[in-house]
C-alpha cells in the first residue's frame, strides 16, 4: 500500500462495520450460529454466548428484524423448543462484516509494521 492509499477521504471509515452486527454479544450469536449450519436451541445460545434468557432473546429480537436471524418457536414432546439459525442473508451479511473486519486488520497490521520500522529503522531487514 502506498501512502496515497492512506490519505484517501474515508479511507479508515470501514462503512461494512454495521452497529448491528457490531455489538459484543451479537458477534457472539451471529458467530456461534455460523458454526452451526442446522441452528441451536436457545439454551444451547444462552450458554454458548454467557447470556441471561432476557439479555440474547432481546439481541435476537434486534438480529431477526434486521433480517438475520430466524427464531422457530415449536415443540419437542409437550416441552417449548425455540432455534435460532442465520437466514441466507444473514449469512452473507456476516461474511462481509467479517471481511471488513478482516481490513482493519490488515491495515492496523501494516500500520504498525510501517510505525516500528520508522521508530527501529536498523531492524527493519530483521
Do not use: W
Amino acid at each position: 500500500m502506498n501512502d496515497s492509499d492512506d490519505t484517501a477521504a474515508g479511507r479508515f471509515a470501514y462503512e461494512g462495520l454495521d452497529r448491528v452486527l457490531h455489538e459484543k454479544a451479537r458477534l457472539g450469536i451471529l458467530t456461534a450460529l455460523l458454526t452451526h449450519a442446522d441452528g441451536l436451541s436457545f439454551g444451547d445460545l444462552v450458554r454458548l454466548c454467557d447470556l441471561t434468557d432476557g439479555n440474547l432473546s432481546r439481541h435476537l429480537d434486534v438480529l431477526s428484524e434486521a433480517g438475520l436471524v430466524k427464531v422457530t418457536k415449536a415443540f419437542a414432546g409437550r416441552r417449548p423448543l425455540t432455534t435460532c439459525a442465520l437466514t441466507a442473508h444473514g449469512r452473507k451479511r456476516f461474511r462481509e462484516y467479517l471481511l471488513e473486519l478482516e481490513q482493519v486488520i490488515r491495515d492496523a497490521a501494516t500500520q504498525t509494521s510501517a510505525a516500528s520500522a520508522k521508530a527501529n529503522p536498523g531492524l527493519a531487514g530483521a
